[in-house]
């Protein structure tokens, strides 16, 4: 196409004059030639949005910040605190609820169950380490969990126990449980034996056991769970208040006097767990 002499110059350019449309500098040209730089950057402001500080919640420092929280919310055993600390909460939890995994507070795993927020998870472990055996061993020895649910509490557990007999009586959560540890990377792999049965019939070929946690209150005790209680062992369970008011955390010493042995309760604050059932499903 010709230019009439004397008219300011119209488009087309020439493909060797747009350098010069340009800032005049080869490395801003090649900027300006680099659309998806644009998309790239809303990329990583997405991804400082979704995990601040760079932390996503396969991050060790999540765990950390969470039994930090724990600490200063009063809890105070250290062995406890750094369990909380290993073992990610996230992947015992549906997908879609995993943004609140390190939150305290109690979630759904379907059929009907919870797991328990991480504060009343930590004070029963706590718990059972205040008792006469833990106190010597400074483990929890041999220990029997009712109620195995997604199996959380089952794999803190296995880091601070000798031995782990967990026992769920719904089927699919059973198996639920089986898949989750599985998934754990191996070095966090604890060694649990998953039993699927009625909880409230304890375990008797793995008896006696050092510490018994239930995930489920009733209103009262079975009493194959204190039959299969160690001396010195402890027992920590919800259990329907005086009255139907609610439940208690309610602990039970298994103590040994010579040839007298007794078992004292004691009952401390208020919880809310599933209700205690038998039977299997």
Request: proline share 7%; net charge positive.
């Amino acid at each position: 196409m010709s230019e009439t002499p004397g008219r300011p110059r119209r488009f087309p350019l020439l493909l060797d004059e747009l350098g010069g449309v340009a800032s005049g500098s080869a490395n801003k040209s090649r900027e300006m030639l680099m659309p998806q730089r644009h998309l790239q950057q809303a990329t990583i402001d997405a991804a400082k949005q979704a995990a601040p500080s760079g932390l996503g919640l396969d991050s060790a420092h999540v765990r950390e910040r969470m039994s930090q929280r724990l600490q200063r919310d009063g809890l105070r055993d250290e062995r406890v605190l750094k369990a909380l600390a290993q073992i990610p909460r996230h992947q015992f939890i549906d997908s879609a609820l995993a943004n609140q995994a390190y939150e305290d507070t109690s979630l759904p795993i379907g059929h009907g169950q919870t797991i328990s927020k991480p504060s009343v998870v930590g004070r029963m472990l706590s718990l059972l380490f205040e008792g006469a055996s833990a106190s010597r061993q400074g483990h929890l020895g041999k220990a029997m969990e009712i109620g195995t649910g997604c199996g959380y509490q089952a794999a803190l557990l296995g880091l601070l126990a000798r031995q782990v007999v967990s026992i769920e009586r719904l089927k699919p959560l059973h198996e639920k449980a089986r898949t989750n540890l599985a998934s754990l990377p191996r070095g966090k792999r604890p060694d649990i034996r998953l039993i699927y049965g009625d909880g409230r019939l304890g375990f008797a070929p793995g008896a006696p056991f050092d510490s018994i946690v239930a995930a489920a209150g009733g209103e009262d005790l079975p009493q194959q769970w204190l039959d299969q209680l160690a001396p010195g062992g402890r027992l920590v369970a919800p259990m329907s208040a005086p009255g139907g008011r609610g439940q208690l955390l309610v602990v039970v010493d298994h103590l040994v006097d010579g040839a007298v042995s007794r078992f004292v309760r004691s009952e401390f604050e208020p919880v809310l767990f599933v209700p205690l059932k038998s039977g299997v499903l």
